[in-house]
Structures are given as C-alpha cells and as structure tokens.
C-alpha cells in the first residue's frame, strides 16, 4: 500500500464505513468538499469533527526576493486556506 490514501481508496473506506456504494460515497465526499469549498469562498470556519479547524488567512502584501536572480519582488497580500489540527488528532498521529 503507498504511503499516500488515493481518491479510489479513500472513497472504497467512506462507503465501508457508511454501508453505501462507492457511487453513493462518490456524491457525499463531492458534496462534503463543495460545502466546505463555499464556507471558506464565504470567510466562514469551518469545524471538521475531532479532526480541527479549516478556515482562511489573511496574509499581507511584502517585499521577496526573485530566486532566479535574487532581485527585490512585490509580494501581493492574498488570503489563503487554513488548517488546525485538533489535540485529538495532534495526540492519534504522535
């Protein structure tokens, strides 16, 4: 088994775990992901059960530097995704 869960096997394990066909899987992870896709769209947290916390930054514009020549670059501000990770899950992955 690779070190990294696949699409396909993380769908198989949803629909075991729920008792459902992997088609049926399919549609609840694509409407979990669009739900969470549009909270954060929306500024929103968003809780993930024992697991933690997604939600958005706001990160400010700064000064970088070009890797290729080392010049001075203008960094824009952005917000940008989020996660932190409950103790529960901190103390399972120890």
Same mark, same amino acid.
């Given at each position: 088994? /690779? =070190?990294?869960?696949? &699409?396909?096997?993380?769908? &198989? @394990? *949803?629909?075991? !775990?729920?008792?459902? !066909?992997? $088609?049926?899987?399919?549609? =609840?992870? @694509?409407? =979990?992901?669009?739900? *969470?896709?549009? %909270?954060? $769209? +929306?500024? !929103?947290? $968003?809780?993930?059960?024992?697991?933690?916390?997604?939600?958005? *930054?706001?990160? @400010? %514009? #700064? &000064?970088? #530097?070009?890797?290729?020549?080392? /010049?001075?670059?203008?960094?824009?501000?952005?917000?940008?995704?989020?996660? !932190? @990770? /409950? +103790?529960?899950?901190?103390?399972? $992955? &120890?």
């Amino acid at each position: 088994m /690779s =070190v990294n869960m696949k &699409k396909d096997e993380f769908k &198989k @394990a *949803v629909a075991e !775990k729920l008792n459902i !066909k992997q $088609v049926e899987a399919e549609k =609840v992870i @694509a409407g =979990v992901f669009e739900t *969470v896709e549009d %909270a954060l $769209v +929306e500024g !929103k947290k $968003v809780p993930l059960g024992g697991l933690g916390k997604l939600g958005t *930054v706001e990160k @400010a %514009a #700064r &000064k970088g #530097r070009n890797p290729q020549d080392g /010049s001075e670059i203008q960094i824009e501000a952005k917000t940008a995704p989020k996660f !932190k @990770a /409950s +103790e529960h899950l901190k103390e399972l $992955v &120890k």
